[in-house]
């Protein structure tokens, strides 16, 4: 069974950090991108960030560019999201996701997990 399971959301004060975890497993996720989204109440899904799982190359969204890494361990299958210096703004279910080419569109990821909510307060 193919498995993304995403950890590490919560709340945290605005200018505070938290970081993400998703853990794959199921089958190989070489040749893969993988993919952060969110979702806050009343918006559409939107992309967040990309990292090739074979070349590392990453991709931001312009709102999280500077403030956001995204990263990932091949040897322990798994994909990290660095939030720094978090906004109200950046309050939602955070998904982690695989698609099978680079792509930021959330229609064109095969896999999705359950989602952890960040929640960024003042």
């Known amino acids: 069974q193919v498995q993304l399971v995403e950890s590490g959301g919560g709340l945290v004060q605005t200018g505070g950090s938290l970081r993400l975890s998703c853990a794959a497993s199921g089958r190989t996720f070489s040749g893969y991108t993988m993919g952060w989204f969110r979702q806050a109440p009343g918006k559409e899904r939107e992309f967040v960030a990309t990292?090739?799982?074979?070349?590392?190359?990453?991709t931001y969204a312009v709102s999280v560019k500077g403030r956001f890494t995204v990263s990932r361990d091949n040897t322990k299958n798994m994909v990290y999201l660095q939030m720094n210096s978090l906004k109200s703004e950046d309050t939602a279910v955070y998904y982690c996701?695989?698609?099978?080419?680079?792509?930021?569109?959330?229609?064109?990821?095969?896999?999705w997990g359950q989602g952890t909510q960040v929640t960024v307060s003042s």
């Open positions: 996701a695989a698609a099978p080419r680079s792509t930021w569109s959330p229609y064109d990821y095969d896999y």
């Open positions: 990292i090739n799982w074979w070349s590392g190359y990453t």
